[in-house]
């Protein structure tokens, strides 16, 4: 089994910064393409960023682009998400996801096995 905790959510103002990590812990071997995920008040879980298992490839959605960066320690099972020029349509809760079987991006959440609790993440105009 894998552990996934996030930390480093919280409140900022539009134009901040904010940087999330996920620590997996547990059978972390069998940790492969690992993705951030968030959901609004109201709305559907959707896709933010994802990176695979070597952290050669990303994905991110559009509204992120240009904002976002994923990136991740191998060595110390850590995901990241870099959040610059905050806006108040990404206020949500973040989770961090992780598959077992894929090795490349995925931005399906049908991919991965293994889910955080989630962070939030509150943007004031």
């Known amino acids: 089994q894998v552990h996934l905790a996030e930390s480093g959510g919280g409140q900022a103002q539009a134009g901040g910064s904010l940087r999330l990590s996920c620590a997996a812990s547990?059978?972390?071997?069998?940790?492969?393409?690992m993705g951030w995920f968030r959901q609004a008040p109201g709305k559907e879980r959707e896709f933010v960023a994802a990176i695979s298992y070597i952290g050669l490839s990303t994905s991110y959605t559009d509204s992120v682009k240009g904002r976002f960066t994923i990136s991740r320690d191998n060595a110390k099972n850590t995901l990241y998400l870099q959040m610059d020029s905050l806006k108040p349509e990404d206020t949500a809760v973040y989770y961090c996801?992780?598959?077992?079987?894929?090795?490349?991006?995925?931005?399906?959440?049908?991919?991965?096995?293994?889910w955080g609790q989630g962070t939030q993440v509150t943007v004031s105009s």
């Open positions: 547990g059978r972390t071997l069998s940790v492969y393409a």
């Open positions: 996801a992780a598959s077992s079987t894929i090795v490349v991006v995925t931005t399906n959440s049908g991919g991965y096995d293994y």
